[in-house]
């Protein structure tokens, strides 16, 4: 049809033109590029280094670290304008990446929104600890994503909104990086470009990178604030149980903020917990205790989808899509 033609010929002009237009503006785009890089790395070297670390391992059964999910760590990629900056980057239309996340690291700044929803508890992390969300009751295992990939809770941690962007150490530097499983070179795919003609970062990819550094600098201080409690001598093992369907589900190598220790605290350990910003830290992993029951919740519901289905656990977590084993006919019937 003429419409088809129109755009087999736009398409061939593109690509007959981009040779040309490449060596006329190529050096512009590169030094764009390299303005961009070096502003990531400004805005890295000012909250510190931020890296993708292995957490020890939550649950007694489990001997590797608890993190990664339904994307592969080998598609994480370092964002960069040689590699990207003809490609487009594709919205998850499901939380389906985040099905295998059992914990994910949280910030400071979205305490408000996220005590109430998510329970959070402290784990170690070097010598040190780290504030995590619990979203499994299992290794390896989401209870917050449902067997469709929507989210449960009401609401979505950072770590997880911002796919298929994240932070990550590359050559000691914290710097942007995307899941290339969720980019493509296809213009017609529906997809967002990276980066604009002068190299520069797309308007989309901007508000990204400028979310994920108030992220890492408000975990930054977070890290310092847990940090701070562990001196004050305030964090304790947590023997954490989940009762689902009547059965009680051990959580180990878990830590909390001992609220015997925190009431007992002089005026000067306080002044300096408040100077450290992280009071606001210890009430809001406290108050989060209560969301254990969500969580239970949470988890009695995605065994009930499973059992709908006629599914386990292994064979929800196999490699092979969940949506090719579910018989979603039968499950509305149900």
Known sequence: CRRGRKRLLRLGRRVKLSGQFAARVGAQRRSGAERFDQALVSKADAFGSVATRAWPCLFVRCSAPVQGGMMSENAIEPLRFERHGE??????????????MTAVPVAAMELPRLVGHLPLLLMPQGEGYRLVALLGAEPGTNAFVDARGRWRAAYVPSALSTYPFRLVEHE????????????????YAGGEPLYTAEGEPAETLQRSIDFLGRVARSRAR?????????????????ELELTVGGRKRS??????VSERQLNA????????????????IAYAQLLSGATVKTLEQAVAAR?????????GASEV????????????????ED
């Open 265 to 280: 605290l002089d005026d000067q350990a306080l002044g300096r917990l408040r100077d450290a910003a992280a009071l606001g």
């Open 222 to 238: 977070t890290d310092r604030a847990v940090e701070v409690l562990a001196q004050e001598g305030l964090i304790e093992p947590w």
């Open 251 to 256: 959580v180990r190598g878990a830590y909390r």
């Open 317 to 332: 977590f196999s490699e092979s899509p969940l949506e090719d084993r579910i018989d979603w006919d039968r499950l509305d």
């Open 303 to 311: 065994e009930q989808e499973l059992s709908a289905v006629g599914l």
């Open 172 to 187: 000691g530097r914290t710097i942007l990086a995307i899941d290339e499983t969720q980019v493509t070179d296809d213009p």
């Open 87 to 100: 490609w487009y980057w594709l919205r998850a239309h499901s939380y389906e990446f985040a099905r295998r």
